[in-house]
């Protein structure tokens, strides 16, 4: 058996394969939460990628203007959110990142008449930055029926077209910001699939007729 200095050498290593295998399992959990949480999304929730997104109403909750962000040459991350809903209030904990960044505009959904959104907000954000969030109250769920949610949170980002670019149940800032990278993967690849020049097909009579 190790003694003297060689047995605080042994323990050492004890202790630094044990910090090891700590943060390990810390890492295979993460991964295991982003495997199944990043975007859960399903064919049935949700208008199909690419597909036109609907205008948004002409004013939000407090009556000032609103509308998608392509028609300034942005993106739009339209998030759709319910008072009752548990998972929604994670979300809320991190609203005024999402209106912090200059590469999209935040539209709130709420499924809730305008005073109590004004309210569920103001849980949140208090003072003038509540004031400077777009806030829609779909309390009639017109909006939730036209986008095609039937749960929340959910997520949709609109690319600078107008179109779906990438959409699901999404929490994080990481699971936001994957969005808008599928986003701008799907735009790209819309674009460069127009850029292609069509193919002539050579005429079948002048074939036949060259080989007699």
């Known amino acids: 058996m190790p003694t003297g200095m060689w047995l605080y050498a042994y323990g050492a290593l004890w202790v630094l394969l044990i910090l090891e295998t700590t943060l390990l399992v810390g890492i295979i959990r993460q991964i295991g939460y982003l495997s199944t949480n990043l975007v859960k999304n399903t064919e049935e929730e949700g208008l199909p990628v690419g597909a036109l997104a609907p205008a948004l109403p002409v004013q939000d909750m407090r009556g000032r203007p609103v509308s998608l962000g392509a028609e300034r ?40 008449d305008s005073t109590r959104a004004e309210l569920y907000l103001l849980e949140y954000i208090r003072g003038e930055k509540a004031q400077q969030i777009v806030v829609i109250a779909d309390s009639s769920r017109r909006l939730n029926n036209q986008y095609k949610i039937t749960s929340v949170p959910f997520a949709v980002i609109v690319d600078e077209d107008g179109r779906i670019g990438a959409q ?45």
């Not at 929604?88 to 959904?109: G, N, P």
């Not at 994957?178 to 127009?194: E, F, T, V, W």
């Not at 097909?201 to 007729?209: E, G, I, K, N, R």
């Open 73 to 112: 040459g942005r993106k739009t991350l339209l998030y759709f959110l319910s008072t009752g809903c548990p998972s929604c209030k994670s979300v809320m904990s991190h609203i005024q990142t999402y209106h912090d960044w200059e590469e999209v505009d935040l539209v709130l959904v709420l499924s809730t």
């Open 168 to 212: 699901g149940t999404v929490i994080t800032l990481a699971e936001i910001g994957h969005l808008i990278g599928r986003a701008n993967m799907q735009r790209n690849q819309r674009q460069q699939a127009a850029d292609v020049p069509l193919i002539r097909l050579a005429d079948p009579t002048h074939a036949v007729t060259a080989n007699r």
